[in-house]
């Protein structure tokens, strides 16, 4: 009867909602309509392109399979096999072990895990990992979008590439530029580790390239020998990129498809969390409510959590205190209404969303000269008390950490995440995962005389700790913990069930878009660190 109970109560309880209860980045009124839900987008979700064109959208999708279309409570059924809900849940998963880099210092990165789980219709997040060629270092992303998915898309193709260019030398810029100017091959500046559903929008790939390039022309006219720290490279290239974002919407393109997909990008936006991590040195960029933290394991065996980020939201003073220092003392009152920014936007910093960063007048111009922009949802809207723009800033908070051996991960997570599971959860499910995964390869011990029955007995009890169906992606694990929990923090198949199989226009009422990406640490490479540093 349980599946009828989480039915009935879903279905009760969102045709009486009127607004998402905090996860929705932007308003949504729902309105009900004979038993029918409709949503009223005040910034609608990106759609596909017109007719002979494309849409950022249309190139990432993870499998929606049995999902309902009807919110007529005698038409669902929760029912899902075991293996269907561990079809939909890995669907999206990721892994990658790392190598020695010069066959003598292993990487202190050990391994990392990712996956991600949909709630929007296309899903709104994005992630990035990749180890730096031309520096040191590997770096690991996490971008959630809102208002649709092409800022997160393209800011997940582009941010590691100009946090990379920012942390080369100028011989090295020097180089490529000029093997650029003759035209020949260009070293790769990154290797990316990606899942084959993380598919590049190659249509605009040369004018991202193009943009790129001319950064790096930038950094050689600053004519700094030193370079910039880690910091300051991360802090430049947050920034930069989201100014190329606002630049190339106004200037002309070469194509309609070209000038839509800049538009799409620059009226939709995108928080996006970080990590740079080279040897011990563990730098988190944070821009908006992504998260990273820290599992850290004590001496005495017990597991504490260490956040790297804060959230910048309406609940962080910090970032209350900022916008009032930026705008005039009359516009204290109208800086966040109902704990969103200008009562619009929840996070109070993001890649994009040029309706909080342009004039009126700018956004005018550029919207009037376009093409059919409502075929692209996107709407020529003012909040109101819009009087001292910009409001929203890219601007990342970095936060620095010299990694011990008793640090064992970084779990780096979109809000999707962090809105179901504490961070003291997340780490202990963790270090759980950790502690399940050792003894399920650890070989079985048998008491002498060996017989076949006492072998049964010591199979059944492996059995009956559920280390035989245990997930290998501890991402995956994170994720089934998050929709899947009861009030005792065990994963209710059922719950886990209804929540998989919710409609698409029910969906997001109870669940945002999750991506997770768990970053394991190389304990000896670390100690050996502090041993020939003493």
């Given at each position: ?186 070293r790769p500046i990154l290797q990316w580790h990606k899942h084959p559903n993380d598919v590049e ?62 538009l799409q990008v620059a009226f939709s936006g995108a928080t996006a969390c970080v990590a740079h ?82 004039s009126k007048e700018l956004q005018h111009s550029i919207l009037e000269n376009s093409c059919d ?162």
């Amino acid at each position: 009867m349980m599946s009828r109970t989480v039915s009935s109560w879903i279905l009760s309880s969102a045709r009486s909602s009127i607004v998402l209860q905090g996860k929705g980045r932007w308003y949504s009124i729902c309105i009900p309509n004979r038993n029918k839900i409709k949503w009223k987008l005040v910034f609608s979700k990106t759609c596909p392109y017109p007719a002979g064109s494309c849409s950022l959208d249309s190139t990432f999708s993870l499998p929606k399979a049995f999902r309902h279309t009807s919110t007529e409570e005698e038409h669902f059924s929760f029912q899902l096999s075991p293996a269907q809900i561990n079809d939909i849940l890995r669907a999206g998963e990721l892994s990658h072990k790392t190598l020695d880099l010069n066959g003598k210092n292993a990487n202190s990165v050990l391994r990392f895990e990712s996956n991600q789980l949909a709630s929007n219709s296309p899903m709104e997040d994005r992630r990035s990992a990749a180890t730096c060629l031309q520096t040191a270092g590997m770096m690991f992303g996490v971008f959630d979008g809102h208002a649709g998915a092409a800022c997160a898309q393209a800011v997940s193709e582009r941010l590691l590439h100009y946090i990379a260019v920012s942390l080369m030398s100028r011989q090295s810029l020097e180089e490529i530029e000029l093997a650029v100017e003759a035209m020949k091959p260009v070293r790769p500046i990154l290797q990316w580790h990606k899942h084959p559903n993380d598919v590049e929008y190659q249509e605009i790939t040369s004018q991202y390239f193009e943009n790129l390039r001319v950064y790096w022309q930038h950094l050689l006219d600053l004519d700094a020998e030193l370079g910039f720290s880690l910091e300051e490279a991360m802090i430049c290239a947050f920034k930069r990129l989201d100014s190329d974002i606002s630049l190339e919407v106004q200037a002309p393109q070469e194509s309609e498809l070209m000038r839509n997909i800049a538009l799409q990008v620059a009226f939709s936006g995108a928080t996006a969390c970080v990590a740079h991590i080279d040897g011990v040195h563990l730098h988190v960029a944070n821009t908006g409510d992504c998260r990273a933290v820290l599992g850290v394991r004590e001496e005495d065996g017990t597991w504490s959590t260490l956040p790297l980020t804060r959230d910048h939201n309406a609940y962080d003073e910090f970032e209350i205190r900022r916008l009032k220092r930026e705008h005039p003392r009359s516009e204290e009152k109208t800086l966040f209404v109902n704990d969103r920014l200008l009562g619009i936007l929840m996070p109070s910093r993001a890649f994009g969303d040029v309706q909080l960063k342009w004039s009126k007048e700018l956004q005018h111009s550029i919207l009037e000269n376009s093409c059919d922009v409502e075929a692209l949802n996107i709407y020529q809207y003012v909040p109101p008390n819009y009087h001292t723009p910009p409001y929203l800033t890219a601007e990342p908070e970095v936060t620095y950490h010299k990694l011990r051996s008793k640090d064992k991960f970084l779990v780096i997570a979109s809000d999707g995440l962090w809105e179901m599971l504490s961070n003291e959860k997340v780490v202990k499910l963790v270090a759980g995962h950790l502690t399940e995964l050792n003894m399920q390869k650890s070989p079985l011990t048998f008491k002498k005389p060996v017989n076949l029955g006492y072998m049964h007995n010591l199979l059944l009890q492996r059995k009956s700790k559920g280390l035989a169906s245990l997930d290998q992606n501890i991402a995956t694990h994170l994720i089934r913990h998050a929709i899947g929990s009861n009030e005792y923090g065990e994963v209710d198949p059922e719950k886990l069930a209804a929540m998989l199989t919710l409609p698409e226009d029910l969906a997001r009422m109870y669940r945002d878009d999750i991506t997770v990406t768990v970053v394991y640490f190389n304990s000896e490479t670390i100690e050996d660190y502090y041993r020939n540093h003493k």
